[in-house]
């Protein structure tokens, strides 16, 4: 099906990748039901803070892990469509897997121990820094010494040979939009909207051709493209039922198996400092966290009416929709903003 499919649309990025979205958008919309009709007939449902907002208390018992039905859609796809086997779509297929497989347990242990708490904090922190790990590792079976080239976004042909230091700084970079990712997912669409801005700006920026670093052909860089807007797809089928008043929750395996696509997708096509740029929200809601926790601790008082910083607007008076939708339009702001840097180089 795959080698009849290229064939034909070998020369058409642009219908292959909204073929794809489309077909991933199908898959999840048909499959978003049936998921959410099974996890309420077996009382699988979201188990909300008692230190959260109040008005989310309503949210009790929405279920919960639709980043699987999400996932699975973009699985059947991309089997279907595009060459799965290139080393890029497989690292960023293992960072989703791996990082979605710790969502996943900390997802189970909510589910099982009916309580808002799955995995301890410093639990979590050790498997996400394993996963990526093992992620890194791969890359650098299968690029060599190019893993540690930090290109600039200004010009493709300039970079920053990190050596060593890449491995600790890449690994922070994946935990950090793992995390990010998933202290965003607080109010119904915010997260997978914001993810969608992001896996735009890195499509479009390979479909362009005015960024091209690394030793990767440009049909390699297309592929992993397509793979990430059949990503966006599934992701748009999902927030059909994410959008408020929503009807499941992306969980943690949803949340940290995108956050870790991202980082993985920047790695692999090097573009780390742009992606870095683009997700200026989701820096700064992980900052909004970093900063209340700090200023607690050390002088007893809040910075932030609560945190992350979706949170603090929630408690200042303003509406979920209207948050939401203001921090979409940050997104696009800083994905802008990123791209601009990419046509200084023209």
């Known amino acids: 099906m795959y080698y009849l499919f290229m064939v034909n649309m070998a020369k058409m990025p642009l219908l292959r990748a909204m073929g794809g979205a489309a077909a991933a958008l199908v898959f999840a919309l048909l499959l978003g039901s049936p998921f959410i009709k099974h996890f309420q007939k077996n009382n699988y449902g979201q188990e909300i803070r008692p230190e959260g907002p109040s008005g989310h208390f309503s949210k009790q018992g929405t279920p919960t892990m639709g980043g699987l039905f999400l996932f699975f859609s973009l699985g059947c796809v991309t089997l279907l469509l595009i060459d799965f086997l290139q080393p890029q779509i497989i690292a960023v297929t293992l960072a989703m897997i791996l990082l979605g497989g710790v969502g996943f347990l900390d997802d ?3 589910l099982r121990k009916k309580r808002s708490e ?3 904090a410093k ?3 050790v498997l996400q820094f394993l996963s990526a790990c093992a992620v890194l590792i791969y890359i650098r079976i299968y690029s060599g010494h190019e893993i540690t080239l ?3 976004p200004w010009n493709s042909t300039s970079f920053i040979d990190l050596g060593f230091w890449y491995y600790p700084l890449g690994i922070l970079f994946i935990m950090f939009f793992a995390n990010s990712v998933n202290l965003a997912d607080g109010l119904d669409g915010l997260a997978g909207g914001l993810v969608i801005i992001i896996l735009l700006l890195i499509s479009g920026v390979v479909a362009s051709g005015i960024y091209t670093p690394g030793s990767a052909a440009y049909t390699q860089r297309m592929e992993t493209a397509l793979y990430l807007m059949i990503l ?3 992701i748009l089928g999902f927030l059909r039922f994410n959008l408020k008043p929503a009807k499941v929750f992306m969980g943690d395996v949803g949340s940290q198996g995108l956050g870790g696509a991202i980082a993985v997708a920047a790695i692999v096509l090097h573009m780390e400092l742009l992606v870095l740029v683009a997700g200026a929200v989701f ?6 966290v970093i900063l209340q926790v700090f200023s607690f601790k050390i002088f007893g008082k809040r910075i932030f009416r609560m945190a992350p910083l979706h949170h603090h607007f929630e408690q200042s008076g303003d ?4 948050i939401v939708y203001g921090f979409w339009i940050a997104g696009l702001i800083s994905a802008g903003f990123s791209a601009f840097i990419c046509l200084i180089a023209l």
């Open 108 to 110: 189970y242990l909510k």
């Open 118 to 120: 799955g995995l301890s």
């Open 123 to 125: 639990g979590k922190l």
């Open 150 to 152: 930090l290109f600039v």
């Open 232 to 234: 966006v797809g599934a």
């Open 283 to 288: 820096l700064a809601e992980t900052i909004s």
């Open 319 to 322: 509406g979920e929709k209207s």
